[in-house]
C-alpha cells in the first residue's frame, strides 16, 4: 500500500520503540521521516493550510501516546497514515462535516453530458492542478478520492472506515474521478 | 453495451473491479466508440497522477510546537502510562477560559481588566494611602502573601500528624493535588512579578492560596 522507508539506517520500529521510552531523539527522527506525508494527507483532506498543521500536531501527539502500541506486524507508515485518516475524520465528525449521499447506482443524469464527447481530453494531468481540484472537491468524494487513488485504501477499507458500504465507496470514487476531470479541462 | 452503462461503471473497469466477461465487453466497447475512450484516458491520467502527487512542507515551526506541547503535559516519563484526568486547579481553568476567547471577546475582556486595574488601583491607593505605597506594591506581588502563606504553614503543621495514618495511595493524591497547587502558584507568581497591577493575578493568587486551604479541610 505505502511504501516503508526500512531502507534508512535505523528502522521505524526500533524509532518507536525508543520514543515509547520517552525518548525524544529518536521521536523527532519519526517526525522528520514521516511528516510531510502526514501533513500533505491532513492538508489533501481539509484543503486549509492552518487546518492541516494543527490536525498535523495533534497527530504526532496521539503518535506519541500510542506508539508503544506499534508492535510492526504491519509497515509503520500504514500504521501512521491509519493513524491519521481516523483523526481527521474524528476532525469532520466533530465539526459535522456531511459527507455527498449517494446511491449504490450513483446519479446516471449527472454525467449524462458527457455522452455528448463535448470536451477534449487534456494532453497530460499537470500534478499541481490535479492537487489544486481534489481541494475543490465536496468533502466525501475527496476523502474517497484521496483514501483510494493517493494512499492506497481499498473500497472495502474505505467502507469500514467511513461507515459506508463498498457501491458506495466505488460511486463516490468514480464520481471524483469525473468532477476531476472537469476541473481540469476547464483550467485548460 | 451501451455508453452511458460504460460510463458509470468506467472506474470499476479501470480498477478491475468488474468481473472476466463484463470487462471483455468494456474492452470491445471501447475500442469502438471514440468518446468512451477519450473519457477512459482522462480517467486513467488522473488515477495514475494521483499516485505521484507532489509533498507539502508544514511550517519549520511545528516540530517545536509538538515537542513543547508533550512536555508541557508531562508525557516524557512514560508515554505508555495511563494517567488520570488531572483535577483543574483554578489558574487551569482560568488559562483555558482566556484559550477559548475569541478576538472580539478578548479585546472586550482586555479592555475591562484595563479599566478594573485603572479603578482598582487608584482605589487601593486611596484605602491604603500612607500605609502601603504605589512602590511597595511593585515589589511586593501580593501584599498579603506571607500571611497567607503561614497560615496555611501553621494549618498544614498541625495536620501532619494525621498524614502518617494515611496509606501510601492516599498520600500520593494528596502530594499531588498540592504540588499542582504549587506549582499554579508559581506559575501566579511569575507573571504577577510581571505585571504586578493586574487585579485578575492577584485574585487568582487569593483563590489559590483558598484552594491549598480548602485541601487540608477536605483531607481532614
Known amino acids: ?188 | 453495451m451501451e455508453c452511458l452503462i460504460v460510463r458509470n461503471t468506467l472506474s470499476d473497469y479501470l480498477d478491475s473491479g468488474l468481473p472476466e466477461t463484463e470487462a471483455h465487453q468494456f474492452a470491445a466497447h471501447l475500442t469502438g466508440c471514440e468518446n468512451c475512450q477519450k473519457l477512459e484516458l482522462q480517467l486513467a491520467e488522473i488515477r495514475m497522477a494521483a499516485r505521484d502527487l507532489p509533498l507539502h512542507t508544514p511550517s519549520k515551526a511545528l516540530w517545536m510546537r509538538i515537542s513543547n506541547t508533550i512536555e508541557a503535559e508531562g508525557m516524557l516519563t512514560d508515554p505508555r502510562a495511563t494517567r488520570p484526568m488531572k483535577k483543574e486547579t483554578l489558574l487551569d481553568q482560568w488559562r483555558n477560559a482566556w484559550a477559548s476567547l475569541s478576538f472580539p471577546q478578548l479585546a472586550g475582556a482586555g479592555a475591562l481588566a484595563a479599566l478594573l486595574v485603572a479603578f482598582g488601583s487608584v482605589g487601593i491607593y486611596r484605602q491604603f494611602n500612607g500605609v502601603v505605597s504605589m512602590g511597595a506594591m511593585q515589589t511586593s506581588v501580593l501584599p498579603e502573601e506571607s500571611k497567607l502563606k503561614s497560615e496555611f504553614e501553621r494549618k498544614f503543621d498541625a495536620f501532619k500528624a494525621k498524614m502518617t495514618s494515611w496509606d501510601a495511595q492516599r498520600r500520593t493524591a494528596f502530594e499531588s493535588d498540592l504540588s499542582r497547587l504549587e506549582k499554579s502558584l508559581d506559575a501566579c507568581r511569575t507573571q504577577l512579578a510581571a505585571h504586578p497591577q493586574d487585579a485578575q493575578l492577584i485574585e487568582q493568587m487569593r483563590q489559590l492560596y483558598a484552594e491549598k486551604s480548602a485541601l487540608l479541610d477536605q483531607a481532614k
Open chain 1, 1 to 188: 500500500m505505502i511504501a516503508n522507508p526500512s531502507n534508512t539506517a535505523t528502522s521505524d520500529y526500533e524509532l518507536a520503540q525508543a520514543s515509547s521510552r520517552g525518548d525524544m531523539s529518536a521521536f523527532e527522527q519519526i517526525y522528520e521521516r514521516h511528516h510531510r506525508r502526514v501533513y500533505s494527507l491532513c492538508l489533501r483532506m481539509v484543503a486549509n493550510a492552518t487546518e492541516a498543521e494543527d490536525l498535523t500536531q495533534e497527530v504526532y501527539i496521539q503518535l506519541f501516546r500510542k506508539i508503544g502500541s506499534f508492535r510492526g506486524e504491519s509497515a509503520f507508515t500504514t500504521w501512521l497514515h491509519r493513524l491519521t485518516v481516523n483523526h481527521v475524520l474524528m476532525h469532520f465528525r466533530k465539526k459535522g462535516v456531511k459527507f455527498e449521499k449517494t446511491t449504490e447506482e450513483g446519479e446516471i443524469g449527472e454525467i449524462q453530458d458527457l455522452i455528448q464527447g463535448g470536451t477534449e481530453r487534456p494532453r497530460y494531468v499537470d500534478r499541481l492542478a490535479l492537487d489544486k481540484a481534489i481541494a475543490e472537491l465536496p468533502p466525501g468524494y475527496r476523502t474517497v478520492f484521496i483514501l483510494h487513488d493517493i494512499e492506497g485504501f481499498e473500497h472495502e477499507e474505505i467502507g469500514n472506515i467511513l461507515g459506508v458500504s463498498t457501491g458506495t465507496s466505488k460511486s463516490q470514487l468514480h464520481k471524483a474521478r469525473m468532477r476531476l476531470r472537469d476541473l481540469l479541462n476547464k483550467k485548460i
